[in-house]
């Protein structure tokens, strides 16, 4: 009934409301003149990945966010822990039939940055209601629309309506709240700029720097001539042979146009390009391999802005939308949500990471044991307790430590 309903009011807007903005801002900002290079091709999500950067950040982005190990934890008053929920194995190790979880988490991530949204269908179980698999939605076969009805999301796709409660949804930047745009709409016209560079570097390196060139001669010539000799030299220069000699009589020359060297080797310098990439994918340079201003003690610092500033945005995006809408009212009501570990991203320095545990261990944030689990290694007997410093205590210590004190005394002096 209710896709009856919203199937008769699709063209009414003041009915259904179409929030899937994205395509129509690109056709716009396409009509203008934004997303084709010079060479009038154009800028595009799959364009834009023939760029060696663009495509490093975009993989880096994703692979970061799917290496992430997800769990699935309760709280209960004061204590926090680990359980075993069927969601956990969904988004841990296999949402579905198909495919991983990492490649999942990667593919969903890399829709959402270059289209703008990432979608999965979420497949229930009839009976309980439970989800049962999280089917990630190719956009290239099946684009999805999103409508508002009655101050309700619903989505559209393959003929199918499908209410926001059974569809995950991942936006990128966005200008509603509800659909993204993708990078690339945006940064058509830098990533055209680009590729145009690469495009004028492989024509600079076919023609062998010969580039366009002027014939000059003392002597009058005529129509007749003139394109006789420029038919002759352009046939000659654009020949694919290693080596082309010219000959030029009449005491003509011939002088080329071309880029000054200064010129040639900033086009086909990488480093503007990368700089320009790192930013639109709010990413460090030296991710992308601009190493120029980078060394050994400044990469701790990098790591950790790379997992606060490129990669927990997305994680608190996802974390979000999983305990909107994979658990049950009930459930989010007892405490039950997913976290994403990142720490494990850090993990690779080892003295850095050796001394981050010590550190928490001995000012009583974790246990040994605690640790000992996020390390993935057994608990043993005895390592259970916090420990406390003993240069370190509340008012509290120290005032019943004197009050103590002065008992002591005063048994003494009795």
Same mark, same amino acid.
């Given at each position: 009934m209710i896709?009856?309903?919203?199937?008769?009011?699709?063209?009414?807007?003041?009915?259904?409301?179409?929030? $899937?903005?994205?395509?129509?801002? $690109?056709?716009?900002?396409? $009509?203008?003149?934004?997303?084709?290079t010079s060479a009038g091709s154009l800028a595009n999500e799959k364009t834009a990945l023939t760029l060696s950067s663009f495509y490093c950040g975009i993989n880096i982005i994703c692979n970061d966010y799917a290496k992430l190990p997800k769990g699935?934890?309760?709280?209960? &008053?004061?204590t926090r822990n680990a359980i075993q929920h069927p969601v956990k194995y969904l988004i841990d190790k296999r949402p579905n039939q198909y495919m991983t979880a990492f490649m999942f988490d990667s593919m969903i991530i890399k829709a959402a940055i270059l289209k703008g949204n990432g979608y999965a269908y979420i497949q229930r179980n009839k009976v309980?209601?439970?989800?049962?698999?999280?089917?990630?939605? &190719?956009?290239? @076969?099946?684009?999805?629309?999103?409508?508002?009805?009655?101050?309700?999301?619903?989505?559209?796709?393959?003929?199918?309506?499908?209410?926001?409660?059974?569809?995950l949804h991942i936006p990128g930047f966005s200008f509603n709240?509800?659909?993204?745009?993708?990078?690339?709409?945006?940064?058509?016209?830098?990533?055209?700029?680009?590729?145009?560079?690469?495009?004028f570097a492989a024509e600079y390196y076919d023609g062998k720097g010969v580039g366009t060139g002027v014939l000059t001669t003392t002597k009058s010539m005529t129509d007749t001539a003139k394109t006789r000799y420029s038919e002759a030299l352009s046939a000659m220069f654009g020949k694919k042979a290693k080596w082309v000699v010219p000959i030029i009589d009449e005491a003509s020359k011939f002088e080329h146009i071309k880029v000054t060297p200064q010129e040639a080797q900033f086009l086909l310098s990488s480093e503007h390009g990368v700089n320009e990439v790192a930013r639109w994918l709010n990413i460090n340079p030296v991710k992308l391999g601009n190493i120029k201003d980078s060394n050994n003690s400044i990469t701790e610092s990098l790591q950790i802005e790379h997992v606060s500033d490129s990669i927990l945005p997305w994680a608190i995006k996802v974390q979000?939308?999983?305990?909107? %809408?994979?658990? $049950? %009212?009930?459930?989010?009501?007892?405490?039950?949500?997913?976290?994403?570990?990142?720490?494990?991203?850090?993990?690779? &320095?080892?003295?850095?990471?050796a001394d981050y545990w010590s550190k928490l261990i001995l000012a009583g944030v974790?246990?040994?044991n605690e640790v000992r689990a996020m390390l993935e290694l057994n608990s043993l007997d005895g390592l259970d307790e916090a420990l406390?410093?003993?240069?370190?205590?509340?008012?509290?210590?120290?005032?019943? @430590?004197?009050?103590?004190?002065n008992k002591n005394l005063q048994n003494a002096g009795q």
């Amino acid at each position: 009934m209710i896709s009856q309903a919203l199937n008769s009011t699709y063209n009414l807007r003041s009915e259904a409301q179409n929030v $899937s903005s994205p395509s129509m801002l $690109s056709s716009i900002l396409t $009509s203008i003149g934004f997303g084709t290079t010079s060479a009038g091709s154009l800028a595009n999500e799959k364009t834009a990945l023939t760029l060696s950067s663009f495509y490093c950040g975009i993989n880096i982005i994703c692979n970061d966010y799917a290496k992430l190990p997800k769990g699935v934890y309760q709280k209960t &008053d004061n204590t926090r822990n680990a359980i075993q929920h069927p969601v956990k194995y969904l988004i841990d190790k296999r949402p579905n039939q198909y495919m991983t979880a990492f490649m999942f988490d990667s593919m969903i991530i890399k829709a959402a940055i270059l289209k703008g949204n990432g979608y999965a269908y979420i497949q229930r179980n009839k009976v309980t209601a439970y989800p049962e698999a999280l089917q990630l939605i &190719d956009q290239e @076969k099946t684009p999805v629309t999103v409508y508002k009805y009655q101050d309700q999301l619903w989505y559209k796709y393959d003929g199918k309506t499908i209410p926001a409660t059974d569809m995950l949804h991942i936006p990128g930047f966005s200008f509603n709240g509800i659909t993204g745009v993708g990078v690339v709409t945006h940064a058509a016209r830098s990533l055209g700029v680009n590729l145009a560079s690469e495009t004028f570097a492989a024509e600079y390196y076919d023609g062998k720097g010969v580039g366009t060139g002027v014939l000059t001669t003392t002597k009058s010539m005529t129509d007749t001539a003139k394109t006789r000799y420029s038919e002759a030299l352009s046939a000659m220069f654009g020949k694919k042979a290693k080596w082309v000699v010219p000959i030029i009589d009449e005491a003509s020359k011939f002088e080329h146009i071309k880029v000054t060297p200064q010129e040639a080797q900033f086009l086909l310098s990488s480093e503007h390009g990368v700089n320009e990439v790192a930013r639109w994918l709010n990413i460090n340079p030296v991710k992308l391999g601009n190493i120029k201003d980078s060394n050994n003690s400044i990469t701790e610092s990098l790591q950790i802005e790379h997992v606060s500033d490129s990669i927990l945005p997305w994680a608190i995006k996802v974390q979000q939308e999983y305990d909107a %809408k994979l658990f $049950s %009212k009930q459930e989010i009501q007892n405490g039950i949500y997913t976290k994403f570990n990142t720490e494990s991203l850090l993990a690779a &320095d080892k003295s850095t990471q050796a001394d981050y545990w010590s550190k928490l261990i001995l000012a009583g944030v974790y246990t040994r044991n605690e640790v000992r689990a996020m390390l993935e290694l057994n608990s043993l007997d005895g390592l259970d307790e916090a420990l406390t410093p003993v240069n370190t205590q509340t008012m509290e210590q120290i005032d019943a @430590k004197l009050a103590e004190l002065n008992k002591n005394l005063q048994n003494a002096g009795q």
